[in-house]
Structures are given as C-alpha cells and as structure tokens.
C-alpha cells in the first residue's frame, strides 16, 4: 500500500534561515509527487510537482528514489512561508486510481 | 475563470441522517476527486470522477456515493451518518485524470454530526 510519511507535526525558524521540511514516501510503482500549502484561512493548493522540476517561491524539492524521499527546501525562509504544508503521493493504478495520498502535513512558523 | 467552489460551507446533521454536498469544478475541467479531511489530519481520498464516471475509489464504505453532471459539477452523498463523519469534505477538480495534471482544491465544506 502506498504511504506517505511526514515525520515532522511542527517546525520553527528564524527569518532567513534555511527550512527543510521532510517527507518519505512508500510506493511499488514509478512516483508522482507534489508539495500542496494551506495558508492560514485559505485554501489548499499546490507548491510544486516534481516532474515539472520547478521553483516556486523560492522552495525545490528534489526525488531521491533510493531513500525514498522528496523533501522540500528553500535557502532563506520568509515570514509569509509560514503555513501548512502537505506532502502527496498519486496513485497510477488499481482500483484507487487518481488517488493523491497525503502525509499528516507539516506545519512551519517562521519567526521574525 | 473560476475557480473550485463547494456548497454549503458548513453544516450540522444528526447521526442516521442523509447529506449531499456539491462541488463545482474550474472551468475546463472534466475530473473531480473527494477527499475527508479530519481534524489534525491529511485528506483522504474518497473517489474520483472522470466524465461522469467513477474512475477510482478510496477505503470509505458504500454509504459514501457520488455523481458527476454533464457539466461535470458533482455531489457526494453520505447515508446513515456516523459522528466519525465529522470532517471537512474537500473538492478537486483536474483538466483530466492523471498524475501530470494538477489537482486544484475547493474550501471545502466542513460538517459537524450531532
């Protein structure tokens, strides 16, 4: 079964500091994953897709498949990144197709 | 262009009662998924409809059933409500089905059973 793991509930930073905010996955296929953000009192939307191999707003994720991995970055953290961020996993087959499973999400505060 | 938009907003039912909730997807869009978001956790995938079909489901039992409109809004109906039912129910919808394609999210409607 498909699983994504964000190890993390909580995560607090100084402005401008480098943020990493972790997620594992467990998949037998080939993976598609995606970073979504909810700021507060607004929608969920999506960050970034790792096969666009994209940088929005400053964050990157990169798909380490021998650890299982795609961790989100960005350099220098701003006071406005803080927010929810989810992890997701989409499911290309069997009966759950289209299926985008969620890790538990990672709520980040970044601090003056 | 508009985007997702979901109805009601909230609602308050009683256990063993019916709800239906609708989703309208962005225009140009012909997929919608749902998804149950509890409290302190991520969504969870409920089903997908493509084209007025449903296309792929999550582990939610039968009581859970939908439908997709020749417009492609959709509905998700709960029978026999549960207090676990408790949750914000979140609508996306996507140009088509596909991991290629993103999936852009409603606010959600969030219900409370009684």
């Given at each position: 079964a498909q699983r994504v793991t964000q190890p993390e509930k909580l995560l607090s930073v100084f402005k401008g500091a480098p943020v990493e905010l972790k997620c594992n996955y467990s998949y037998s296929g080939s993976p598609e994953l995606f970073w979504y953000v909810q700021y507060s009192r607004q929608r969920l939307q999506l960050l970034l897709r790792h096969i666009s191999r994209e940088s929005i707003k400053g964050f990157t994720a990169d798909l380490n498949k021998g650890e299982t991995s795609f961790h989100l970055k960005k350099p220098f953290a701003q006071e406005e990144d803080s927010a929810m961020y989810y992890c997701a996993l989409f499911n290309?087959?069997?009966?759950?197709?289209g299926k985008l499973t969620f890790g538990q999400g990672t709520i980040l505060t970044v601090h003056p | 262009e508009t985007g997702v938009t979901q109805s009601p907003t909230h609602l308050i039912k009683t256990r063993g009662q019916q709800v239906t909730l609708r989703c309208s997807s962005q225009s140009g869009h012909n997929t919608v998924s749902w998804y149950q978001q509890a409290l302190g956790q991520g969504p969870q995938f409920i089903f997908q409809y493509y084209r007025e079909e449903e296309n792929g489901r999550g582990n939610f039992p039968p009581r859970f059933s939908g439908l997709q409109f020749p417009n492609y809004s959709s509905e998700l109906n709960v029978n026999?409500?549960?207090?676990?039912?408790?949750a914000l129910y979140l609508c996306a919808s996507s140009l088509s089905a596909g991991a290629q394609l993103s999936q852009y999210f409603g606010p959600g409607t969030r219900l409370l059973v009684l």
């Open positions: 290309a087959g069997g009966t759950s197709y | 026999a409500l549960e207090l676990d039912d408790s």
